[in-house]
């Protein structure tokens, strides 16, 4: 090149005057005349842990400014985690009790339930429990017992109403 950097000029700092930044200089070209930097660092083989982060940068105590901004800060985040909280303990709450429902109602269903629909409100209530009875964790027992009285109901009434439609034929 016909700039500086082919005199051998460099700026203070080694680089020679004309390149940018971040500019790869060539070997020779201003740094040190006949001389070629080292090697790059070798490549870590795949698989190997990553280097040790540095040390984090720690500085002086805090001003009272900071100080408060900081404490700030946390009773904000506290009090958004508290919130946060609070509010996925409703949705919870609110899942039981819609899960409840529909599995009383399934209930109540089966034990009124006409004959010729038992079957199919009877996997309506199996579904149901196999989805949301975790949800109930707290009434789970009783759910069951009320879930087994009426399924025990509802086979009685099919097999009463299959008698009399043979006693009939």
């Known amino acids: 090149g016909y700039g500086a950097a082919a005199y051998g000029y460099s700026d203070p700092y080694g680089r020679p005057y004309g390149s940018s930044m971040g500019e790869q200089v060539p070997a020779g070209c201003g740094y040190m005349p006949g001389v070629t930097p080292p090697p790059p660092p070798p490549m870590a083989p795949p698989g190997a842990p990553p280097p040790p982060a540095p040390p984090p940068y720690m ?57 010729d629909a038992l079957d199919n409100l009877q996997k309506t209530l199996e579904n149901l429990v196999q989805r949301d009875l975790p949800k109930c964790e707290s009434q789970a027992e009783s759910l069951k017992k009320d879930m087994n009285k009426a399924i025990q109901e509802a086979t009685k009434r099919k097999e009463a109403l299959r008698e009399l439609k043979s006693m009939v034929r």
């Open 59 to 115: 500085h002086g105590p805090m001003t009272e400014e900071e100080r408060l901004a900081d404490e700030r800060d946390k009773a904000r985040r506290r009090l958004e985690d508290e919130t946060r909280l609070r509010n996925e303990e409703l949705h919870r709450k609110a899942d039981a009790e819609k899960a409840l429902a529909a599995i009383k109602n399934a209930t109540i269903a089966l034990q009124n339930g006409q004959s």
